[in-house]
């Protein structure tokens, strides 16, 4: 896609981009392309797992490492960027992790202390954040922060267990917040994107059959990662002004969907050689 400067002039920080596949990987390219300069954040852990440093490079970014369930890493790194930029324009929070999904436990033996960290990392953090950036008055009036969820924080996923949970708290931080920085015309929205092949997607037991599901099922397919950071753009863009505490479906139009041809033809095939099986017994 071409750039059309939409971004020009503004800073922010990027959360959560570990290697190519990562949403918010995209999401730095596309903002680069738009013109934006950023820091790029990860936790320290993501060090040896990922490839940030080289995305880094390639979006003349910097890299502050930071565990976004700290609030001492979050504090320091708000004080570290306003060293670099002043006041920032927007924050991205691409963070999420269910422990008890990752180990394979399942919802109805959930390990408590690992779902508390599953609440941290993928929703408390987008408030800590938020906090520490009011706290240090680190953002612009006027500012953007987006973050990412999942329709499994409306509807029951079998699969995505207590991350539906976490997506259900994400979303409602994203609606209290917003209420609250609304008065500097500060917005803050959830982009909630399909399935998409990423380190924290692929965790889930059951993916493949989500994912291929939710192509089945959207008008438009998937949405993969670089179309979420060309939306995400928009979002972080002043096009958007106002427009806030929202969860906005960049889906293929899997929300809107009950069912689509593509399922009910294989399900009629299937009750019809049911049906001249049974004839034939
Ligand atoms: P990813 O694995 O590339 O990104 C998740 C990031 O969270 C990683 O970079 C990881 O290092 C970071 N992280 C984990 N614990 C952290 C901590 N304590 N402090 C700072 N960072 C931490 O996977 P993806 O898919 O790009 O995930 C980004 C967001 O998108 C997540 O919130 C995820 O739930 C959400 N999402 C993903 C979908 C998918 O199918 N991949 C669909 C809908 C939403």
Not at 140 to 150: F, M, P, W
Request: a negative charge.
């Amino acid at each position: 896609m071409d750039h059309s400067g939409l971004l020009k002039g503004k800073k922010g920080v990027i959360f959560g981009a570990l290697n190519e596949t990562s949403l918010a990987w995209s999401i730095a390219k596309a903002a680069y392309r738009e013109g934006a300069r950023f820091v790029l954040s990860n936790a320290p852990v993501a060090k040896r797992l990922g490839t940030l440093e080289n995305l880094a490079e390639t979006v003349e970014s910097t890299v502050i490492w930071a565990d976004a369930t700290k609030s001492s890493d979050l504090e320091s790194l708000f004080n570290q960027i306003k060293d670099y930029y002043g006041q920032i324009d927007f924050i991205v929070h691409a963070i999420g992790m269910g422990v008890n999904v990752r180990k394979r436990r399942p919802y109805e033996k959930l390990n408590y202390d690992w779902y508390a960290k599953t609440l941290d990392i993928s929703a408390v953090s987008l408030h800590r954040i938020v906090q520490h950036a009011m706290d240090g008055d680190s953002m612009k009036n006027g500012g953007s922060i987006l973050t990412i969820s999942y329709i499994g924080a409306q509807r029951s996923f079998s699969h995505y267990s207590e991350m539906g949970d976490a997506k259900a708290l994400l979303e409602s931080i994203v609606r209290t917040w917003g209420a609250r920085l609304g008065e500097r015309g500060i917005r803050i929205n959830a982009i909630s994107q399909s399935p998409t092949r990423t380190t924290a997607g692929q965790g889930i037991s059951g993916f493949d059959a989500m994912f291929e599901f939710g192509d089945k099922m959207s008008p438009l397919g998937n949405a993969d990662a670089d179309s979420c950071g060309d939306y995400a753009v928009t979002l972080l863009s002043d096009l958007t002004r106002m427009v806030t505490m929202q969860t906005l479906y960049h889906d293929g139009g899997f929300s809107s969907i009950g069912i689509a041809n593509a399922m009910v033809e294989p399900m009629m095939e299937m009750l019809n050689n049911e049906q001249q099986k049974s004839d034939q017994s």
